[in-house]
């Protein structure tokens, strides 16, 4: 046996195949099953790539797998539906794996990746990669990797599916030398080893082991992921010997799901409907807390409608306009990511801001960072309503009413802060600048949301407490990092049409 998802699955029960020449029909059953569950995949990918185009769902690997069981089964087309080797066939047939893959999906939400393999290093001390780094291909081993099928939450929650049946989890068992297996039924082939991931280690146990080394070597914003085992095939109650090794997962922090449990999947039409109502900024704080690089990203030229290479752009200014033509950053991301909360920001933030905007700003920079803050006596007598309409004067696109501005500047006092910071952020203070001090720590302090494209900085931070780190529950400032950095275009630029 290698491989939870070749398993051998009971046929007879589940497929409604047998030597009496009903084969034929269940060829065109599981041809047309496989179809549908591609047609949704499409619809899924599509949406997906739309919402997340910086980072799109990880489905190669499972939709290739899905399409080698078509092929499969098509190789049935004109077959003796009563010949051995066309029952052989369907038998040992992945289709049911993907299946009850896709019907788990369907239930979650945020997700990510399918069929995700994630390694671990054994001789590893600290707590490992954050964020999802990956090891080094050199240092990977898949003796040392699990395998997931559905990778959901947004990265914190990890699903394993497993076709395997009570009387299979006993015959391994048996195989063993830990229980005799007295089983009559002749039905249930245990010899096939199925097509994928022949490198998974044999036995449920050890793969729930696998399971939890792989997401203790990780962690997501400060969090291991969570993992969950469905079990389509089991139904409780179980038989004493099974029962036992079910609990032994268990007792590893795995929630698992028997059949009794799983429920109907969603439709495609609710499934999707979800999905596209699905915010990566549900759990932001009330207040936010915004960084100098989004406050440049705010008042950039760049960030309001397409703009004319020229010659004198260097290679990230070109760059940045060639990705803006396709993802519009402010409409597609940082002003959802707003959405009507209020903004703050440091003092020190905002003026590093307005040093650079008054060095290289463009005039229609300048108005806008003027517009963005109440800084300034001229500003501050201009209600919502004036900037949101100034904005709008100076923007291609549609400039959300709601937009909290102008964003209220805070005076940090450093010292003061660190009595309201964990003992952890003593090892995090010095790696930082002064402003990254003020950004950061206050957003640390108060528990707000930091929106920021300062990657090396938020990088930095989360190394740093994973290396120092002396308790589990240890976490960092919550930081939502945009996926892309934008620049003012500076003084020689001309926009397109004047």
């Known amino acids: 046996m290698r491989g939870d998802d070749s398993f051998i699955h009971e046929d007879i029960a589940s497929l409604e195949i047998s030597a009496s020449g009903v084969a034929g029909r269940n060829v065109s059953d599981l041809q047309q099953r496989c179809k549908t569950i591609l047609q949704e995949l499409e619809q899924f990918e599509l949406l997906t790539n739309e919402k997340k185009k910086d980072n799109p769902v990880e489905l190669r690997r499972f939709k290739g797998g899905l399409l080698s069981e078509l092929k499969s089964l098509e190789r049935l087309n004109n077959a003796d539906p009563q010949a051995e080797k066309t029952v052989h066939t369907l038998r040992s047939s992945n289709f049911p794996f993907y299946e009850a893959v896709w019907s788990t999906a369907k239930s979650c939400s945020g997700v990510v990746a399918f069929k995700k393999r994630f390694y671990w290093n054994p001789s590893q001390k600290h707590q490992g990669p954050t964020n999802g780094d990956i090891i080094p291909r050199e240092r990977q081993n898949k003796h040392h990797s699990a395998m997931i099928d559905v990778v959901s939450k947004n990265g914190l929650e990890w699903t394993k599916v ?8 006993i015959y391994d068992l048996a195989k063993a030398g830990w229980v005799e297996d007295d089983s009559e039924d002749e039905d249930e082939d245990y010899s096939h080893p199925g097509d994928d991931d022949d490198d998974e280690p044999d036995g449920l146990l050890k793969q729930a082991e696998a399971l939890i080394k792989a997401s203790r070597s990780i962690r997501i914003r400060y969090q291991h992921p969570s993992v969950r085992l469905v079990l389509p095939r089991i139904e409780l109650p179980v038989q004493r010997e099974v029962a036992s090794v079910l609990e032994q997962v268990k007792a590893l922090g795995i929630t698992i799901q028997t059949k009794e449990n799983i429920p109907d999947p969603p439709l495609i039409a609710d499934f999707l409907e979800r999905l596209a109502s699905e915010s990566e900024f549900e759990n932001f704080s009330d207040i936010l807390n915004v960084d100098c690089t989004i406050l440049l990203a705010f008042v950039s030229d760049l960030s309001h409608g397409q703009v ?3 010659d004198w752009h260097n290679k990230a200014i070109s760059k940045q306009i060639e990705t803006e033509e396709k993802e519009k950053l402010l409409p ?10 209020y903004l703050v920001c440091s003092r020190n933030a905002a003026k590093r801001m307005h040093e650079i905007v008054d060095l290289i700003g463009t005039e229609t920079e300048k108005k806008r960072s003027a517009l963005l803050m109440d800084d300034s ?3 501050k007598v201009l209600t919502h309503e004036q900037r949101i309409n100034g ?34 952020a003593q090892k995090v203070v010095p790696i930082l600048s002064t402003i990254n001090q003020s950004v950061f720590l206050y957003g640390w302090a108060t528990g707000r949301t930091t929106i920021s494209s300062n990657r090396a900085a938020a990088k930095e931070i989360e190394t740093t407490i994973e290396v120092n780190r002396t308790r589990e529950d240890e976490t960092g400032p919550d930081i939502w990092l945009c996926h892309t950095v934008r620049s003012l275009i500076g003084k020689e630029k001309q926009r397109r049409g004047q």
Do not use: H, N
């Not at 291609?396 to 802060?417: G, M, Q, R, S, T």
């Open 162 to 169: 497993s076709t395997i049946t009570e009387k299979r989890i």
């Open 308 to 310: 004319e290479k020229e």
């Open 332 to 341: 597609s991301s940082l002003w959802p990511a707003c959405g009507s909360k």
């Open 377 to 379: 006596e001229e500003s």
């Open 391 to 424: 904005f709008q004067e100076l923007s291609e696109y549609d400039v959300p009413k709601d937009w909290k501005i102008p964003i209220e500047i805070k005076d940090i006092d450093i010292d003061a802060l660190r009595s309201d910071l964990p003992p952890i």
